[in-house]
């Protein structure tokens, strides 16, 4: 009958060579999917990281063309203010000319502001992500619009949405001239 020395002196010898067997099998197929689902999502968070770092440099370049055009649109309207003894047509056409301007500017500036939020958000790390449902926006999405705060699905939403509203107070308004025109026509 073996010894008890002997026989942890026999698992010993089994041991290593158990651990020999272990390293050397083959991956189980469980293993296969977490190792390769662990080098998507690396390789994932590295083509987004640099998608976003793309994204950074479009915004600030869209931002200092924006803010280029509004001062050489400023400085050719202070140049044309100079010029004297302009008669009525030409005043007001130059008046809606600086109207037109002003209207352009102003989009101009929400455009400004929108794409500084849109870089605030990047800081923040919550770019790309939809303000309503909290799903990713899809990276052609925000190749097009890179502002955006809403993915496709709730934009599409928010349209309709906006297109019944305008609808039911277009044909609201239809049923208060409607009314309007019966209540004039009864005679007192």
Excluded at 80 to 86: L, P, S
Excluded at 130 to 149: K, Q, V, W
């Amino acid at each position: 009958m073996p010894t008890k020395k002997a026989a942890t002196a026999k698992s010993a010898k089994t041991k290593p060579a158990m651990a020999q067997r272990a390293t050397a099998r083959p991956a189980t197929a469980n293993q296969v999917p977490a190792a390769s689902a662990a080098a998507a999502a690396k390789s994932g968070a590295a083509r987004r990281k640099k998608f976003l770092a793309k994204v950074r440099q479009s915004l600030a370049e869209m931002k200092t063309r924006l803010l280029g055009e509004m001062q050489s649109e400023l400085k050719a309207e202070r140049e044309g203010n100079k010029d004297e003894g302009m008669d009525t047509y030409d005043l007001a056409s130059e008046e809606r000319d600086r109207e037109i301007s002003f209207i352009l500017s102003d989009r101009d500036r929400i455009k400004i502001k929108q794409i500084d939020d849109a870089l605030a958000r990047l800081e923040e790390r919550s770019y790309g992500v939809c303000d309503s449902c909290g799903l990713e926006i899809g990276e052609e999405r925000l190749e097009a619009m890179p502002f955006t705060r809403l993915c496709r699905d709730c934009q599409q939403d928010q349209e309709r949405e906006a297109r019944t509203q305008r609808r039911f107070e277009d044909e609201r308004n239809v049923y208060r001239k409607l009314g309007s025109t019966d209540n004039e026509e009864e005679p007192a």
